[in-house]
Each structure stands twice: as C-alpha cells, then as structure tokens.
C-alpha cells in the first residue's frame, strides 16, 4: 500500500464508514426489526415500507433530500452549528447519515425475517418461566435470531462500501474525509489513471465475491439449524 | 383458608369464529384433567390461566391469589406456572442443562431439587447435549423438568403427550405418575386421551365447544351416567388403593379399596403403600350368584345403583361396591340382554367379576 497512498487513504476511510454506519444501523436496526415484527399496528407496513425506500428511490433523489436536510439550511446544518460547523454536507458526519438512511432496509430486513420466524413459541416459553419481555429478548430473541443479526451486519456493511451516488451527492471528493473507494475509482478514470482504478475495481470485485459467499454459506449454515 | 385451596376461574369471550365462555372451580391439589375433544377450547382455557391469552371478560383465582379480575391482568412472567407445552419447545440454542436452569432461581443447578428433578424424570444423561440431538419423549421430559424447576406454584400440561408415538407415551406415562405421587404441586392437564386421563387424574373438568360440560372429582365425573363419558366405550373408574399383603409365590398383591379387596399381579410392594387402579366399565361383568370354578380372581359383591342404556345394544351400569352397596364406585358395560335376562334394575345385589384392572403408582 506503500505505493499507493492515495488508495490507503480511501480504503481506510472507506471501512470507518462502513463500520461506523454498520455499528449505528445495528442500534437503530435492531428495535424497528423487532418492531415491525411483533407489532400488531395496522400501519406498520406504511413503516416498513418507509424504511424500504432506499431499495427502489435513486440514490440521487436520497442524495439531493439528504443534501438539503443536511446543508446549511436544514437541520444538520443547525446540528453541525452546535459545535461551530456549517453544515453536515460534505463531512464525514454527513456521509455517516446518508450511510445509515441508505442501507437500513438490507439490515432492518434479514433481522425482521428472522424474528418473523421464532413466532410466539419461544417467547411465551420465556414468558412461563418466569423470563421479563427484556430478558426473553436478549436470551432467547436475539441468540435465536443471530444468523439474521449475521446477514444484516454483512448486507450493511457491504452495502456502505459499495455506495456512490449519494456519496457523490452530500460528500463530495475530499481526500481523506469523504473519498470513499467507490469515488476514488470514479475519480481515477476521469483524470484517466486506469491502473490505479483497476487496482481499485479488482479490489472491490474480490471485496464483492467474499461477501456474497459469506452470505451463502451464513443461509447455509441456517438452514442445517433449522433441520 | 379455604379459598387458599381452589382453582377458581372464568373466561368469556371470542377468538375469531370460536366463542369460549368456561368456567369451573376445582380443589389446587392433585391432577385437574381438562378433558374433551379437539378444538373444545381446552388448550385456550390454559392459555388463559397462564395469561398467554387475555380475554378482558375473565377471572382467575389460584390459591387465593387473584391472577386476572376486572380489574387487573397478572402479566405471564409474573405467574407462578410451569407450562410444558404440546411440542417440547426446548431452546435449541441451549444445552439440556441451561434449558433446565432457564426459570429455575439463581443456584438451582447445585441444589438437591435439581438432582431430584433430573432423577424423577431420568435425564441426567443428558445435561450437556443439545436438545437438537434428544428423542422426542427425551425433549418432553426435559421440557417437564424445566417447568418444574421453575418452581411453580401450578403447573400446566397442554396434551404433553399427544406428539409421542405410542412406544413413546408408555416411556413417559410412569414418569408423570411419579411425579403426581412424589409432588404435591396442583397440576391441570389437557388432554383428549381418555386412557392418560384415567391413570391420571384426580378431578375431571369435561368441556365441549367452548364450554364447561362437567367438573368434580374424577370418579363422580366419569361414573355419572348423566354424563357423556360414562356411555363411551372408554369408560372407566378410578379407585384409591392401599397393598395390605403380597404373596409371592404368585405375585400377587391384595389391594384394599373402599367397599371389597383385589388381587392383582405385579412387583412385590410393601404393605401399606398405596396405589391407583383403573377399571374399564367394559372389563366388568355382572352375575346374580356368586361363580365358581372361574379364572377371574376379582369377583366382589355389589348393588346396582343406576342402569343406563348406551346406545342401541348395550348398558352401563353404576355399581357399589360391598355388599350392602357402601363402597366405591365401578362402572360395568353389559349387553342390553343380560341387563333383560338377570333383571337387573336398581338395587339389585350382585356380584361384579373384574377381568383386567390397571395399575398406577398413587
């Protein structure tokens, strides 16, 4: 990587991003996952729909909300006031938002399968010996739900790594800040530096392989459990 | 104090197109059979009682403690039930061990009540293994282990054995006589299977399509002629018993109920222990004068109570036992001829020859 300090920049920032969005999507995820799941609300599939959106809306269209939303005129700008900024466009804060926005429903969606599929049983169990709704989530819900939790965490992440159009949108291409992988390449073939793009697009193929098999072999591995 | 040893409850409402309304009260001592054919709503009355289900028209009273009224509903975590549910529903992601030790109160897993458990039901082989590996009479008995360790103050078994294949049953069947003999716990158990309920119960709630047909003690239950199960051909009585010898040379034990004794055959037991037999009303037959030169080793006097036709061909009879008709309750399925030719009627003075009498542990 020596030679390439440019790349190591991009591919260090790229995984703070990712694991941080990764991190907060987990948080966040998690209790809408559960939410969604258990509740009996008749307008919890407006919810879920909601938390979808990002599957179908053009990145650029998130991209030009989140824009607006995070500028100086929105409330990210009145947030990043707080502490002296301007705004959350293109900074590394705002890339964490658009992260999280973006990626939620690959995360809040396996985790939502999953307790879709523990049904009633083993929480009334919980229930009759004694377990609080707390204890039964996280010593029978979650531990039972862990290939979703599995599935979510390496969509998000994944996802994070290979996003470009609202990068592109609220974060620019500052080095080190907001030039995440996919940017770089982006950049590296418009001032036309095809080995280090290759370099780059080789990369995130391999990046890509791994995570798809990774994938396969978690539903495997599910799907023996479940024998 | 009284109301400290009833089950008390009450339920009235609607789950789609299935109305409930049952309400029965029996002692909290021994094993309440919740008894009737599927879809009855037996398994939603347990529901209920553990507060699995809510219906806001409810009342429900263990022991003296309110668990649901008008005003108030004790969420399931806070009631003090053991539940084993029709599948085992064991945490696969548990051992043996730590789903036994899931509702049991910190310490339990080196208490002598833990021991005791795992012996009762003969699964302390089987501590470390996943329950993903256990047979399913196995996972059932872990699964009792564990409502049991969770230190109940009732416990409730909705069908725990009509997932089992028959082999199966009969492995588990003495284990819960056991643990009727051994405990002391309150125990309701819903069941569709007239012969568990008759090796097992102590009071017998009869319902049908959402509703309470019947409730008491079993044998007042199962022995009234006004009731459906007395007419089936299932029917049986239930008698307390206690071994007052044991002749070895047969292997036979003389058993004393109230009203006659029996011999019957089986391992030696000492004097003084006590047992239940179970006699299917089509296991006794009737004779006017006392037979001989027989096979049948039971043959006790009694006086006929009541004889009620059971369908077109047949008749079931309430019988007494002891000779002027004191004693406990049999019941006898006969042809509705013999019933013509002995004259048979109320009060007459018999002799009820016994072929065949179930044993369980008491």
């Given at each position: 990587m020596g030679l390439f300090p440019e790349i190591a920049v991009a591919v260090r920032l790229t995984i703070e991003l990712a694991a941080t969005a990764t991190a907060i999507l987990l948080i966040v995820a998690t209790p809408i996952a559960w939410w969604l799941s258990r509740s009996r609300a008749r307008w919890k599939e407006a919810v879920a729909a909601v938390v979808a959106l990002p599957l179908v809306l053009p990145p650029t269209v998130l991209g030009f909300y989140l824009l607006v939303l995070l500028g100086p005129n929105g409330p990210g700008g009145f947030i990043a006031g707080l502490w002296?900024?301007?705004?959350?466009?293109?900074?590394f804060g705002g890339l964490v938002v658009g992260s999280v926005i973006y990626s939620m429903p690959f995360v809040v969606q396996p985790i939502r399968n999953a307790f879709d599929a523990l049904g009633d049983r083993p929480l009334e169990v919980a229930a009759t010996l004694r377990a609080s709704p707390t204890r039964a989530f996280w010593t029978v819900a979650v531990p039972l739900a862990r290939p979703g939790f599995l599935t979510g965490i390496v969509l998000g992440f994944a996802h994070t790594v290979g996003e470009f159009g609202i990068v592109l949108m609220i974060g620019g291409s500052i080095p080190g800040s907001t030039k995440v992988l996919s940017v770089a390449i982006y950049d590296y073939v418009e001032t036309s530096r095809w080995y280090e793009a290759s370099i780059l697009a080789a990369g995130m193929v391999v990046f890509a392989f791994a995570v798809i098999l990774a994938m396969m072999l978690i539903e495997k591995r599910v799907a023996r459990a479940g024998e | 104090m009284t109301a400290a040893k009833i089950i008390d409850v009450a339920f009235r409402g609607t789950l789609g197109q299935f109305a409930l309304d049952a309400a029965f009260t029996v002692p909290a001592t021994g094993i309440t059979a919740l008894f009737g054919?599927?879809?009855?709503g037996k398994t939603t009355v347990l529901r209920c009682i553990a507060g699995l289900h809510r219906f806001d028209d409810g009342f429900c009273a263990i022991g003296g403690d309110i668990w649901q009224d008008r005003g108030g509903f004790l969420p399931a975590h806070k009631r003090p039930v053991g539940y084993v549910f029709q599948e085992a529903s064991l945490f696969p992601h548990l051992s043996v061990r730590r789903n036994l030790l899931f509702g049991a109160p910190r310490g339990a897993a080196t208490g002598r009540e833990f021991d005791e458990a795992i012996d009762l039901l003969g699964i302390a082989g089987l501590l470390?293994?996943?329950?993903?590996?256990?047979?399913g009479g196995e996972r059932q008995r872990v699964a009792v282990g564990r409502a049991l360790l969770s230190k109940p103050e009732l416990l409730l078994m909705d069908e725990p054995l009509s997932a089992l294949d028959r082999q199966t049953k009969d492995e588990i069947l003495p284990f819960l006589e056991r643990l009727h003999a051994s405990l002391s716990l309150p125990v309701i158990y819903v069941s569709h299977d007239i012969a568990e309920v008759e090796r097992l119960a102590d009071n017998l709630v009869l319902m049908q399509a959402g509703r309470i047909v019947a409730s008491g003690s079993f044998n007042d239950v199962s022995g009234n002629p006004a009731l459906p199960l007395a007419l089936t051909k299932e029917a049986a009585v239930s008698l307390d018993a206690v071994v007052k010898g044991y002749d070895a040379k047969y292997g036979l034990a003389t058993l004393e109920v109230d009203g006659g004794r029996f011999m019957v055959p089986m391992p030696p037991a000492t004097a003084g222990s006590r047992r239940r037999l179970t006699i299917a009303a089509s296991n006794v037959s009737l004779a006017r004068e006392p037979p001989h030169a027989t096979t049948i080793l039971n043959i006790l006097p009694a006086v006929i109570l009541s004889a009620t036709p059971a369908g077109e061909y047949e008749t079931v009879v309430v019988l007494a036992l002891g000779p002027d008709g004191a004693g406990s309750r049999l019941l006898a399925r006969i042809t509705r001829r013999s019933c013509d030719d002995l004259g048979l009627a109320q009060g007459t003075r018999v002799h009820a020859q016994i072929k065949g009498v179930a044993l369980a542990p008491a």
């Open positions: 002296g900024g301007r705004t959350l466009a293109f900074t | 054919p599927s879809g009855c470390d293994r996943s329950p993903r590996n256990l047979s």
